[in-house]
Structures are given as structure tokens and as C-alpha cells.
């Protein structure tokens, strides 16, 4: 299904009249990290703030939709963003690694897989990762499921 069909749907059974939402897809492995969501294990994520400085683009923002998509673009589920805020990699907390539900879920193992993905991402556009970067952490909570 795609996202604009699902979003249709999510409008008539609610009874909302409003066509504000992004459609996207989870790193490097949106299929698990969609099936977290359905599952509500995954109910946070986190980007690197320059990205969104280098692209132009607003920062997410609490009450904001977002259909999360497969590899495939399939869409999945429709989230709604509950809270945003930034600080520094060095200081997303343990409790924010385990909200993202990935692997044990401890701060140890967020920051090895995101130290990576991060640093894969920013030397895309010539960054260099560091541990001061700021991090956008965005926590949700599913709101429709097909």
C-alpha cells in the first residue's frame, strides 16, 4: 500500500481533514526496524542535526505524523511525534537507546551502531563523526496500523 493510500484511509476512519505528514523509511534496515514499531518495541529514533542544517529542512515536531515505510516504500504504520529534543551524542541517554528498541536496548550498544551509521552518513557530505555532534531525538507512538 502506499503511503498516500494509507494516509486516506487513517483520515476517514478518524475523521480528520488534514494532509500534513512525511512519508520515510528507518537507516540502514528500514524492514526491522519497522516490524520494532509494529511491535511497539521501537518507540524513538535519532538523526543527526547537521543533516537537516545541510538539507534545509525543519526539525521534526511534537503532534506531527509520519508514515514509516519499508525497503520497498510500502507503507507500514502512521506514527505521530510525542517529543523532540537535542543534545549532544555524547549525551543521549540510556533511556532514549532503549526507546529505540535496537538490539539489547542498552546505551552501549546504541552507540556502537549509531557512532557507525553516523559516521557512514556525515562522510557522505565530507563530516567528520564526532562524540559533540548534536543528535535530534524524536520519541513517538503508533497511531494507525493497516
Same mark, same amino acid.
Given at each position: ?53 545541510? $538539507? ?7 503532534? =506531527?505524523?509520519? %508514515?514509516?515505510? #519499508?525497503?520497498?516504500?510500502?507503507? @507500514? *504504520? ?36 549509531? $557512532? ?7 562522510? =557522505?557530505?565530507? %563530516?567528520?563523526? #564526532?562524540?559533540?555532534?548534536?543528535? @535530534? *531525538? ?9
Amino acid at each position: 500500500m502506499k503511503a498516500s493510500e494509507l494516509w486516506e484511509k487513517y483520515k476517514q476512519e478518524v475523521n480528520i481533514d488534514i494532509d500534513n505528514y512525511e512519508a520515510w523509511a528507518f537507516g540502514d534496515s528500514p524492514d526491522k526496524l519497522a516490524e520494532l514499531v509494529l511491535k511497539g518495541i521501537k518507540v524513538g529514533t535519532a538523526s543527526a542535526h547537521i543533516l537537516y542544517e545541510l $538539507e534545509n529542512e525543519d526539525l521534526p515536531r511534537e503532534g =506531527e505524523y509520519s %508514515i514509516i515505510l #519499508d525497503s520497498c516504500e510500502n507503507a @507500514v *504504520c502512521i506514527i505521530k511525534t510525542t517529543k523532540v529534543y537535542v543534545v549532544p551524542f555524547k549525551e543521549v541517554s540510556e533511556s532514549h537507546a532503549y526507546k529505540e528498541g535496537e538490539g539489547d536496548r542498552s546505551l552501549a550498544y546504541w552507540r556502537e551502531v549509531h $557512532e557507525k551509521f553516523f559516521t557512514n552518513c556525515l562522510n =557522505e557530505v565530507g %563530516i567528520e563523526f #564526532d562524540e559533540e555532534m548534536l543528535v @535530534v *531525538c524524536e520519541e513517538f507512538e503508533v497511531v494507525y496500523r493497516p
